[in-house]
C-alpha cells in the first residue's frame, strides 16, 4: 500500500516561508505525477504545483514565482514556499499518481496545516 507522509507546515507570518516535505513509502519514479493541492477554511482544494516524471512543472497563477515544487532521487517531494501570504493559509495535501506499470491509482497524504498569519 502506497503511503505519503506530509510534513513541514505551521504557523508563518507574512513575507515568511515554509518548505514542505512529503515522503512516499515507494519511490517516486512509481508515479508519472506528483503535486500539492491546498483546502483553504471554508472553501474547495485546488492545485498549487505539479510535477510529472519527466521532471516538467506547473503552479497555480496564484503561487508562482513564490512557491517551488522540487523531488529528489529517492521518495520525497518538496514544495518551498516563499513571501508567504494570509491567503495561503491552507492545508496542504501531496498527491500522487501511479504509473500504469504500477496500477494508475491516485494516492493522497493526510495534509498538513500551513496558516500565515498577518
Known amino acids: 500500500q502506497v503511503q505519503l507522509v506530509e510534513s513541514g507546515g505551521g504557523l508563518v507570518q507574512a513575507g515568511g516561508s515554509l518548505r514542505l516535505s512529503c515522503a512516499a513509502s515507494v519511490s517516486i519514479f512509481t508515479f508519472n505525477r506528483m503535486g500539492w493541492f491546498r483546502q483553504p477554511p471554508g472553501k474547495q482544494r485546488e492545485s498549487v504545483a505539479g510535477?510529472?516524471?519527466?521532471?516538467?512543472t506547473n503552479y497555480a497563477d496564484s503561487v508562482k514565482g513564490r512557491f517551488t515544487i522540487s523531488r529528489d532521487n529517492k521518495n520525497t517531494l518538496y514544495l518551498q514556499m516563499s513571501s508567504l501570504q494570509p491567503e495561503d493559509t491552507a492545508v496542504y495535501y501531496c498527491?500522487?499518481?501511479?504509473?500504469?506499470?504500477?496500477?494508475?491509482?491516485?494516492?493522497w497524504g493526510q495534509g498538513t496545516q500551513v496558516t500565515v498569519s498577518s
Open positions: 510535477i510529472t516524471y519527466g521532471g516538467s
Open positions: 498527491n500522487a499518481h501511479a504509473r500504469a506499470l504500477y496500477g494508475g491509482n491516485d494516492y
